[in-house]
Structures are given as structure tokens and as C-alpha cells.
Nanobody, 115 residues
């Protein structure tokens, strides 16, 4: 059974940093495109950052220059380094992995940015 398990969320003050991790029990993890999405109450789920199987990255305009996505194929893990956090970054952050018709989601980790 495929599992994506997020960790690293929590409460942080504005301007602070957090690092999210997503450990994936995917065989052939390296061929999967991985991404982080977020959903705030009352909002639709939106893309935060994505990284392809070859390492190309893409970011939502609202996080460019502040967040960095990376992956470690040896550890089957994808990371999201979040710096200069703002209250509007508060949301549940979800990890996603997809390859052709296979599409998997984690259960999410809460990130709250508040003083």
C-alpha cells in the first residue's frame, strides 16, 4: 500500500522558517513527479511547489523566492523549505506524487503562521 507521510508542520511566527518532509513508500520513487499543495479553510487546494523526476522545479507565484522544493531519491523523500513565512501561508500542506495514471496524496500537515 502506497503511503505519503508528511511531517514538519507546526506553529511559527511571521518571518520564521519551517521545513516539511514527505516520506513516500513508492517503489521507483525517482520516476515520480512530486509536489506540495496547500489548502486553507474556505479555499481550493493550490499548488505550492513541484519537482519533476529529473529535478526541474516549479513554484506558485505567492511563494517564489521564499520556498524551495527538493528531493532525495535515496531516501524516497521530498522536502519543502519555507522561509519568510507569512500569516497567509497558514494552511494544511499536502504531499503529492504522480506518474502517468498513478496519483497519490498524503494526509497533510498543518502549518500555522501567527504571532
Amino acid at each position: 500500500q502506497v503511503q505519503l507521510v508528511e511531517s514538519g508542520g507546526g506553529l511559527v511566527q511571521p518571518g520564521g522558517s519551517l521545513r516539511l518532509s514527505c516520506a513516500a513508500s513508492l517503489s521507483a520513487f525517482s520516476i515520480y513527479h512530486m509536489g506540495w499543495y496547500r489548502q486553507a479553510p474556505g479555499n481550493q487546494r493550490e499548488l505550492v511547489a513541484a519537482i519533476t523526476s529529473t529535478g526541474s522545479t516549479n513554484y506558485g507565484d505567492y511563494v517564489k523566492g521564499r520556498f524551495t522544493i527538493s528531493r532525495d531519491n535515496a531516501k524516497n523523500t521530498v522536502y519543502l523549505q519555507m522561509n519568510s513565512l507569512k500569516p497567509e501561508d497558514t494552511a494544511v500542506y499536502y504531499c503529492n506524487g504522480h506518474h502517468f495514471t498513478s496519483n497519490y496524496w498524503g494526509q497533510g500537515t498543518q502549518v500555522t503562521v501567527s504571532s
